[in-house]
């Protein structure tokens, strides 16, 4: 929550696209996180396995829609940037530092969620695993683009770090809708 309230604000200070966008895709994190939680909370209290099957394709659904309306954020605001309508973004030390300090721990966090996932052989978890690993690249480009910002004051290098990331978001919300129809076929293959 810290991460999202601080990249928001820092992008906000500093009209940051990039680092907007950053803040928005922690806060969809959350709430993914939220969504599988509250998943595997009413498996544990002993759901129906229809019922939790149920609770999977919805979780998952969630999940994968939240990232595709991150990446239509993205596009509108980020486009419209670069194609000169908005303010351009300055530069911003505390999104450096706040990018840097993901950049070191989402890849770790993702690649555990995933594993959880295939042992708890959950398409929800899935989808939230690959919405931080989404959060490790965007901490990256978004690094990247405030970096180049800051050293040599290319305001465009904000807008276009966020366009960046865009197509691995679009893909990650599809695969996460559609692992909401596929749920019972991934617990069958993870199980074989």
Request: aromatic share 8%; charged share 15%; hydrophobic share 55%.
């Amino acid at each position: 929550m810290v991460e999202a309230v601080v990249a928001i604000a820092a992008g906000a200070i500093a009209s940051s696209v990039a680092l907007i966008s950053f803040g928005i895709d922690s806060s969809v994190e959350i709430i993914s996180a939220v969504v599988v939680s509250w998943r595997l909370w009413r498996e544990y209290r002993g759901r129906a396995a229809q019922n939790t099957d149920l609770l999977e394709r919805r979780a998952a659904r969630i999940t994968g829609g939240l990232l595709l309306l991150l990446a239509v954020y993205i596009v509108v605001d980020a486009g419209r940037r670069l194609i000169g309508f908005g303010e351009e973004a300055d530069a911003s030390l505390a999104g450096i530092a706040l990018t840097g300090l993901s950049l070191l721990v989402m890849p770790l966090l993702g690649w555990a969620k995933l594993r959880t996932a295939h042992a708890l052989q959950s398409a929800a978890m899935r989808a939230d695993a690959f919405e931080t690993i989404a959060c490790a690249w965007l901490s990256l480009t978004t690094l990247l683009g405030l970096a180049l910002n800051a050293a040599f004051g290319w305001s465009w290098a904000d807008p276009l770090a966020a366009m960046l990331i865009t197509p691995m978001i679009v893909h990650e919300g599809i695969a996460g809708w559609q692992s909401g129809n596929r749920s019972q076929a991934f617990r069958e293959s993870t199980m074989e």
